[in-house]
């Protein structure tokens, strides 16, 4: 069992920026990926970030636009996600995902991961 733990939530102006955290625990040795998603109000979760374990790599949505930065600390079994630009569209529950099973690719569907944390509100006011 993998257990995250997410953090760095809060209520940003337009613009700003926040830095969330996530961290793992637990069988960290079987980690394979682990990835962001969000989810507003009255919509369906999606994805918005997602980070090899082991490379480095990143993938993530176009609506991004090069405003939020996934990146991690694997001696700290810490997934990040920077967020600079904030816009009030970005409100939403925040939530890390995790993934033990290898594959190939990124993975962007909630049903490839395998552990997830309790989630952390972002709130952007105009």
């Known amino acids: 069992q993998v257990h995250l733990v997410e953090s760095g939530g809060g209520l940003v102006q337009a613009g700003g920026s926040l830095r969330l955290t996530c961290t793992a625990s637990?069988?960290?040795?079987?980690?394979?990926?682990m990835g962001w998603f969000r989810q507003a109000p009255g919509k369906e979760r999606e994805f918005v970030a997602t980070i090899n374990w082991s490379s480095g790599s990143t993938y993530d949505r176009s609506f991004v636009e090069g405003r939020f930065t996934i990146s991690r600390d694997s001696a700290k079994n810490t997934v990040y996600l920077q967020m600079n630009s904030l816009k009030p569209e970005d409100t939403a529950v925040y939530y890390c995902?995790?993934?033990?099973?290898?594959?190939?690719?990124?993975?962007?569907?909630?049903?490839?991961?395998?552990?997830w944390g309790q989630g952390t509100q972002v709130t952007v006011s105009s």
């Open positions: 995902a995790a993934r033990s099973q290898s594959g190939i690719g990124y993975y962007v569907n909630q049903n490839e991961y395998n552990y």
């Open positions: 637990g069988r960290t040795l079987s980690l394979y990926a």
